[in-house]
């Protein structure tokens, strides 16, 4: 029996630790797995920068500076090999639908690390800030969702000489009191590479089952 197939290539970067991508302001780097298991937080379904694998998200908004969400990164390797460790993450935050702009801290196990603000209605590729101890946070943007609000992805930059080997990182953002709704999300998506095989509850003309096939590969592109 033949079958038709649509496949999905979905073809962005590698979160692994001998993997190699390019990101804003760093340049060249290998990548950790910036999200792999959830501590606490609200969780909401959202679509993000990859909808057919990352649909759920954790979420933190500028209300009244307690909403927290708190994740464990990949384990840091025992030779890191180098002055700094990265971390990726799948992340969005509200733009097009702000009322203005908004802050979040950014704490690593626990202790406070740095502010990051995102701009209401304004369009940026990227955007960058550092902490005091050599700690730096990009966001990479790839797209715009139906409210101009920004997906894209994280990269966390961290001194390899502060943190312990062996052990993951213990990630929280909590959104400001700014009285505000405005929103930070992490999507609670590990990057591991599958194939997905979904029949279409349909028949072609000739009788044929239709089947849908989503793979998911980090790396080179698809051919």
């Known amino acids: ?23 804003p302001l760093f340049g060249k780097i290998s990548c950790l797995k910036g999200y792999v298991q959830e501590i606490s937080g609200e969780n909401i379904n959202y679509n ?3 909808p057919d694998v990352a649909k759920v998200a954790l979420l933190t908004r500028c209300t009244d500076g307690k909403k ?21 993450w799948i992340a969005a935050h509200s733009k097009g639908t702000s009322s203005g702009d908004r802050n979040f801290d950014l704490y690593i196990n626990d202790c406070f690390s740095l502010t ?27 797209m715009d ?7 894209g992805y994280m990269y966390l930059r961290v001194p390899a000489a502060l ?17 505000s709704a405005d929103w930070y999300m992490t999507f609670k998506y590990e990057f591991n590479e599958s194939v ?10 000739d009788k044929r089952q239709v089947l849908n096939v989503v793979a998911i590969h980090f790396g080179n592109r698809c051919r």
Request: aromatic content about 12%.
């Open 116 to 142: 990051f603000k995102t701009l209401a209605q304004k369009n940026l590729p990227h955007w960058s800030f550092k902490g005091k101890n050599g700690e730096q946070l990009v966001f990479d943007w790839k």
């Open 48 to 50: 993000s920068a990859l």
């Open 163 to 179: 943190y312990e080997k062996g052990k993951p990182l213990k990630l929280k953002v909590v959104g400001r009191q700014e009285n």
């Open 68 to 88: 927290a969400i708190e994740w464990e990164t990949e384990v840091i390797p025992e030779n890191p090999g180098g002055k700094y460790i990265y971390f990726g």
């Open 145 to 151: 969702d139906a409210c101009g609000d920004a997906h």
């Open 1 to 23: 029996m033949k079958f038709r197939f649509l496949v999905i290539c979905l073809v962005t970067l590698s979160f692994v630790s001998t993997a190699q991508v390019v990101v």
């Open 196 to 205: 997905e095989i979904e029949p279409v509850p349909l028949l072609t003309q």
